[in-house]
Each structure stands twice: as structure tokens, then as C-alpha cells.
T-cell receptor, first 112, second 116 residues
Framework: DAKTTQPNSMESNEEEPVHLPCNHS???????IHWYRQLPSQGPEYVIH?????VNNRMASLAIAEDRKSSTLILHRATLRDAAVYYC?????????????WGAGTKLIIKP | ETGVTQSPTHLIKTRGQQVTLRCSSQ?????VSWYQQALGQGPQFIFQ???????GRGNFPPRFSGLQFPNYSSELNVNALELDDSALYLC???????????????FGPGTRLTVL
């Protein structure tokens, strides 16, 4: 089954880069890697997604390993507003349809 | 542009009762997905509706059912509530030609359901 593994929590200093790792060793060739984040008392918010190549957008960068069994979300300059739970998710084909398979996420703590 | 809204914000029910949760999609979105999020865990996919038809379902029993209306708003119904149904229920909308989970999903703030 498609599954992701992330550290339970990470700490970083404000205005420094943050690298959030994710392992997905059971990923299949057609599974996309998505990242969402959830701020306290809010619904999840899309961050970035990719398939094979590294991806950049205004929020973050996604570095995908060559064998696709791991990926890293990079926040280039963390602010206090980036404190959230970050979910690494596989878009996988399960139970006859495509689903987003969520893990437990990484709680990112930003220290001022 | 109006975002995804959900109602009610909080709800308390007793075991065995039935509940209906509501979701209004973001303007222009034709696909709605529902998720259950237990405390301290990631969301779990319940089902998805595309143009008023269910086109995907996770590992949830039939007492979890839904509807999508012509304006693409949606309802989640849960019958015979159990204590383990206590969770945050999230609705997400997206747009697409096939309803596949390909496009960015936009989430509402959720409904916190407590079953006593």
C-alpha cells in the first residue's frame, strides 16, 4: 500500500531554510507526491506537488530523489507564519480510484 | 472569489443518532471530496463526488453517505453514529474534467463532530 513516513516534529529558527524529509519507499511509477500544510484550527492548504522532477513555486521547493523513494520540502526562509503540520501525501490508485493517502505529518515549530 | 465553507462549525451528537454536514464549494469547482481527521492524525479520504455522482470512495462503511447538488455544494451524512466517529470532517473542492484527484484541492475549515 502507498504510504509516507515523516518525522513527528522539527524545529527551525526564523528566517532560516527548512528541509522537511519524507520517505515513500512503496511509491509506484504513477503516484504523484503532494505536500499540504495545516495551520492550527484551519483546513489543510496546498503547498506543492511533483512526479519526477524538482519543482518550485512561490511557497516552497520540492526535491525528489532520483529513485523517487524519498522527497524533501524546502522552505527557503521560514517565518513564524510557517508553523504548521506539513503532510507529505501520495496520490495513489487504491480501491478502484485515485486517492490522496495522508500520513501523520510533521509538526514544524519555528523559533523566533 | 468565495472559498470553501462548511457548516456547522461544531456539533455534538449521541451514539446512534444521524448527522448531516454541509459544504459549499469554491466558485467554479465541480468536484468535492470529504475527509475524516481524528485528533493528531492526518485526514482520511471518505469519498469524492464529481458532477453529482460518487466517483471514488475510501475504506468507510455504507453508513457514511453523501450527495452533491447541481450547484456543486455537498452533504455528508453519517447514520448510526459511533463514538469513534468523533473527528474533524473536512470538505475539499477542486476543478477538473474527470474529477480525478489531479488538481489542487481547496479545503474548508472543517466541522468538529463529537459523539457522546
Amino acid at each position: 500500500d502507498a504510504k509516507t513516513t515523516q518525522p513527528n516534529s522539527m524545529e527551525s529558527n526564523e528566517e532560516e531554510p527548512v528541509h522537511l524529509p519524507c520517505n515513500h519507499s512503496t511509491i509506484s511509477g504513477t503516484d504523484y507526491i503532494h505536500w499540504y500544510r495545516q495551520l492550527p484550527s484551519q483546513g489543510p492548504e496546498y503547498v506543492i506537488h511533483g512526479l519526477t522532477s524538482n519543482v518550485n513555486n512561490r511557497m516552497a521547493s520540492l526535491a525528489i530523489a532520483e529513485d523517487r523513494k524519498s522527497s524533501t520540502l524546502i522552505l527557503h526562509r521560514a517565518t513564524l507564519r510557517d508553523a504548521a503540520v506539513y503532510y507529505c501525501i501520495l496520490r495513489a490508485y487504491m480501491d478502484s480510484n485515485y486517492q490522496l493517502i495522508w500520513g501523520a505529518g510533521t509538526k514544524l515549530i519555528i523559533k523566533p | 472569489e468565495t472559498g470553501v465553507t462548511q457548516s456547522p462549525t461544531h456539533l455534538i451528537k449521541t451514539r446512534g443518532q444521524q448527522v448531516t454536514l454541509r459544504c459549499s464549494s469554491q466558485s467554479g469547482h465541480n468536484t468535492v471530496s470529504w475527509y475524516q481527521q481524528a485528533l493528531g492524525q492526518g485526514p482520511q479520504f471518505i469519498f469524492q463526488y464529481y458532477r453529482e455522482e460518487e466517483n471514488g470512495r475510501g475504506n468507510f462503511p455504507p453508513r457514511f453517505s453523501g450527495l452533491q447538488f447541481p450547484n456543486y455544494s455537498s452533504e455528508l451524512n453519517v447514520n448510526a453514529l459511533e463514538l469513534d466517529d468523533s473527528a474533524l470532517y473536512l470538505c475539499a473542492s477542486s476543478s477538473g474534467t474527470s474529477g480525478r484527484v489531479r488538481n489542487t484541492q481547496y479545503f474548508g475549515p472543517g466541522t468538529r463532530l463529537t459523539v457522546l
